[in-house]
């Protein structure tokens, strides 16, 4: 198993802009899961289960090899993540988010991942106040759509464990995982041992 953790400190100047990001996850409207939000559920992948789901392949992404795509690195710098504004870095594996409003927060890494690979994503959320958790994995700018965790509440005064996995049948250049909050007022958490593994 590889195991892939960013390291590094975040900088101010990134490849990557919020702007050129869609400000929404490309997911079904709020209210398509459970009403109470319990249990973690994915689209096009698994939530904290072995099997694995379905990505179509892109014209851009049918179009590499093995060979052209480079090696899954074990190492992040400044470069292979982006934080939202309202976010601070606290160590290698916990963000902090102080007054966030409905947004994308998490930007990243950038992971290299071979074909017929799986990805599994996990971290935890300790909320201060009560927010919706949106988390998913995109490739070529955001216009590739691989899988996602839909829409999961955390209550305020909680921590709540997330997971989920997505299958990548085509070799990928620069898979990009997101995390989005929603929330009715700014919102302070936190998130924790934030980990992807390409296997």
Request: hydrophobic share 40%.
């Amino acid at each position: 198993m590889r195991r892939f953790l960013w390291v590094g400190v975040l900088a101010m100047a990134c490849d990557r802009d919020p702007a050129d990001v869609p400000a929404a996850p490309i997911l079904p409207p709020p209210g398509a899961n459970a009403a109470n939000g319990t249990g973690n559920q994915a689209v096009n992948g698994t939530a904290n289960g072995p099997a694995v789901g379905t990505t179509t392949g892109a014209t851009s992404l049918a179009a590499l090899s093995v060979s052209s795509t480079p090696a899954p690195r074990r190492g992040y710098g400044p470069i292979d993540m982006k934080l939202s504004p309202c976010m601070t870095m606290d160590d290698d594996r916990t963000f902090t988010g102080r007054g966030c409003t409905t947004n994308i927060i998490v930007f990243g890494p950038y992971v290299g991942a071979p074909a017929e690979s799986d990805v599994d994503i996990s971290f935890e959320v300790e909320a201060k106040n009560r927010v919706a958790i949106v988390s998913d994995v995109v490739s070529n700018s955001a216009q590739q759509f691989h899988g996602a965790l839909l829409e999961q509440w955390v209550d305020a005064g909680t921590r709540r464990q997330f997971g989920y996995r997505v299958h990548v049948f085509k070799p990928v250049q620069s898979l990009e995982s997101r995390i989005f909050i929603r929330a009715d007022a700014p919102a302070d958490f936190k998130i924790h041992d934030f980990l992807i593994n390409v296997r």
